[in-house]
């Protein structure tokens, strides 16, 4: 255990110091401050407009002319953030022949790789929280009042999501750290993999869907509900879309969750902003799938890393 708090504190003290955290912490707190302003400029000309319940909660979900809401920008550079800081966590000491001499100390291999992980784990949730945090601050100056508790509940809730979904992107980036030897060959890998769940898989889930739920010139209400079924049911296995309900139905108290399935089943849709409790129940897969998958990812890479030779 001691030598896992070596590992931690030794890569936090790296991260910390490094050229590519300050780079990345200036672009996001740039991007986050931006769609906060536009956000707050645009609610204080309609406060009197709309109610001031949930005002808080919608400068993270505003979009501006020309910003896209902060929460849209995290479910698009949020795996960036995990894969700069994972993809050479392991191969880059490979490379320097750095790990042999590491592991020839009293250190146990998986104190070694459970460090790593679990600084790049805090150094990830410490960015994310402060500009979460600015952004509060940001919204109280321009505003002129504070958040709601319930407010603060629903961003600690969001902020959360956001840790364990760069968590899974972090745990992707080690793992490609460890099954492919360069570097390069790791960044590419992972930043393919968020291409494909970002993009190319909407396209995937349309094809699947047509092919398996054909859609005919008079199609029953059963034929629409089943290619629906096949096409959200193809769009869970990408993080990005789960992340995405998951914010939506956080930072947004009338988002009721059921969509056209739970509609033409006959469902009760609550009437008015469901509660924090009511929220929780509508994402609560999508928080499980999200926690199961960086959990899959860092159990791999622990299996693996584990087996590995190592020479010297």
């Known amino acids: 255990m001691g030598g896992l708090w070596v590992v931690l504190w030794k890569e936090l003290n790296d991260n910390f110091s490094s050229k590519r955290f300050l780079i990345m912490f200036l672009i996001i707190c740039f991007v ?3 769609s906060c302003y536009v956000s707050a400029q645009g609610l204080k000309g309609s406060l009197e407009e709309f109610p001031t319940e949930y005002v808080f909660l919608r400068l993270f979900v505003l979009t501006g002319e020309s910003l896209p809401s902060f929460a849209v920008f995290l479910a698009f550079f949020a795996p960036l953030l995990g894969v700069i800081f994972g993809f050479d966590a392991v191969n880059s000491e490979f490379s320097q022949r750095t790990v042999s001499r590491v592991l020839s100390q009293p250190l146990h291999r998986d104190a070694w790789i459970n460090g790593k992980f679990l600084a790049g784990f805090i150094t990830l949730a410490i960015l994310l929280t402060s500009i979460v945090l600015l952004i509060i601050g ?51 890998a992972s930043i393919a993999v968020w291409v494909f769940f970002t993009f ?50 956080i930072l947004m108290p009338t988002y009721k969750g059921l969509g056209i399935m739970a509609l033409f089943a006959g469902e009760e849709i609550p009437q008015g902003p469901l509660s924090i409790g009511q929220s929780l129940l509508v994402v609560w897969p999508q928080l499980t799938i999200l926690v199961a998958m960086a959990l899959i990812c860092f159990t791999i890479s622990y299996a693996v890393f584990m087996k590995r030779e190592i020479r010297s």
């Open 200 to 249: 190319f898989i909407y396209m995937l889930a349309g094809i699947l869907a047509d092919r398996l739920a054909p859609l005919g010139p008079k199609a029953t209400v059963e034929a629409w509900l089943k290619h629906v079924q096949v096409r959200d049911a193809v769009l869970k296995f990408s993080p990005t879309t789960v992340f995405n309900e998951a914010v939506t139905a």
């Open 138 to 188: 940001i919204g109280i100056s321009m505003l002129g009042f504070p958040p709601e508790l319930g407010e603060l509940a629903r961003i600690g809730i969001f902020l959360g999501v956001s840790i364990v979904y760069v968590g899974f992107w972090l745990a992707l980036g080690v793992l490609f750290s460890i099954l492919l030897d360069r570097t390069v060959s790791s960044a590419l």
């Open 32 to 34: 986050g401050m931006a």
